[in-house]
């Protein structure tokens, strides 16, 4: 699998973005799918995860009630939709795969996309 994210730029705090990844392959439906973020000088962190079939969801508490993540198995695409964004959550934004279920352990994922950044202003 092969995964391509893009979306990001740069915004102002409080306004809303949304990223999408584009998966290659004809078995992007078995896949979990995750959100990762980085920021400089810090670790990879988790964001939000997605289930095969979009019905189970997780977010990161930092997220919750902000970030909306989706699936389009017909189109092979994953989104991360984001409102009312902060300044922290500036960072490198990376979409993942995993064959599991889905969880908010990177190590857990087999394929990871490229990244966008994303850059929130005060």
């Known amino acids: 699998v092969q995964l391509q994210a893009f979306g990001g730029g740069l915004v102002q705090a409080g306004d809303s973005l949304r990223l999408s990844c584009a998966a290659s392959?004809?078995?992007?439906?078995?896949?979990?799918m995750g959100w990762f973020r980085q920021a400089p000088g810090k670790e990879r962190e988790f964001v939000a995860a997605i289930s095969w079939s979009g019905r189970g969801t997780t977010y990161a508490d930092s997220v919750k009630g902000r970030f909306t993540i989706s699936r389009d198995n017909a189109r092979n695409t994953v989104f991360l939709q984001m409102n009312s964004l902060k300044p922290e959550d500036t960072a490198v934004y990376y979409c993942a795969a995993q064959s599991g279920g889905s969880s908010e352990r990177a190590t857990a994922y087999d394929y990871w996309g490229q990244g966008t950044q994303v850059t929130v202003s005060s």
């Open positions: 392959g004809r078995t992007f439906s078995s896949y979990a």
